[in-house]
């Protein structure tokens, strides 16, 4: 008990690090799972493909090996892009083409990622709602863009609070895998105390504990914003 207090602090910023990544990722996600979900059922057979062709690749792959794409492959395929033009150019958090931050690496990864869930969030919650919501705001005169910005949308976003949560909650764990590339997340700071210390079951059970406490804070956050929206819910921790 003694060590595992002795430890809690350097735990605890992973557990920073941890909802940090989760938070950026989902956002991204949800930016990119907006755009992907609509694509599915646009009526342009490219943006079908196209949002497709995104939702298959990452769902029919593991996170894992995305995470090495983008950690470890990008920064060649940068090298190669600027030696074809022979130019030298800032690339901001990228210019070092021998490398690529963990935290870039992992928003990129874990965003790229959680967008091809939730696209297929978004595509449900769209097909969800009823036609005759269409029908009746064109029959006011809006257009097809108007209707499902102000009528569609809407009623959507409140069908998919509940496996928004989901995702939330998944991808919190997910990230555990960031410890493959040395980002500083909760997993890694246990595998670094375990490292000086050769006590692993304290110390894993200890990172297990905070697991539990972040993804039961969230599961309960969501409860409350499904009881605040009135929507019924079915996320699950």
Same mark, same amino acid.
């Given at each position: 008990?003694?060590?595992?207090?002795?430890? !809690?602090?350097?735990?605890?910023?992973?557990? !920073?690090?941890?909802?940090?990544?989760?938070?950026?990722?989902v956002a991204?996600?949800?930016?990119?799972?907006?755009?992907?979900?609509?694509?599915?059922?646009?009526?342009?057979?490219?943006?079908? /493909?196209?949002?497709?062709?995104?939702?298959?690749?990452?769902?029919?792959?593991?996170? !894992?090996?995305?995470? %090495?794409?983008?950690?470890?492959?990008?920064?060649?395929?940068?090298?190669?892009?600027?030696? %074809?033009?022979?130019?030298?150019? /800032?690339?901001?958090?990228?210019?070092?083409?021998?490398?690529?931050p963990p935290f870039i690496a992992a928003v990129v990864a874990c965003g790229i990622n959680s967008g091809a869930y939730v696209s297929e969030i978004f595509r449900a919650g769209i097909q969800s709602i009823e036609k005759g919501q269409r029908e009746a705001a064109l029959s006011l005169g809006m257009t097809p863009k108007q209707a499902m910005r102000y009528v569609?949308? +809407?009623? /959507?976003?409140?069908?998919?609070?509940? +496996?928004?949560?989901?995702?939330f909650i998944a991808m919190l764990k997910d990230t555990s895998l960031l410890v493959c590339i040395g980002y500083a997340e909760l997993t890694r700071q246990g595998q670094l105390i375990i490292g000086n210390t050769f006590r692993p079951f304290e110390i894993w059970f200890a990172v297990a504990f905070l697991y539990l406490i972040m993804t039961l804070s969230i599961s309960r956050l969501v409860d409350f914003t499904e009881r605040r929206l009135g929507v019924r819910g079915h996320h699950q921790s």
């Open positions: 008990m003694d060590l595992i207090i002795r430890s !809690l602090p350097f735990l605890l910023t992973g557990v !920073l690090q941890t909802l940090k990544v989760t938070i950026i990722a991204i996600g949800c930016v990119l799972g907006l755009f992907g979900g609509m694509g599915r059922l646009s009526n342009s057979r490219f943006l079908r /493909a196209l949002a497709t062709c995104y939702v298959d690749f990452v769902r029919g792959t593991p996170l !894992l090996v995305q995470l %090495f794409i983008v950690y470890f492959g990008l920064p060649q395929v940068i090298q190669e892009f600027k030696e %074809f033009l022979e130019v030298s150019f /800032a690339l901001g958090p990228f210019s070092s083409t021998s490398h690529i569609i949308l +809407p009623q /959507a976003f409140r069908r998919v609070v509940p +496996p928004l949560g989901n995702e």
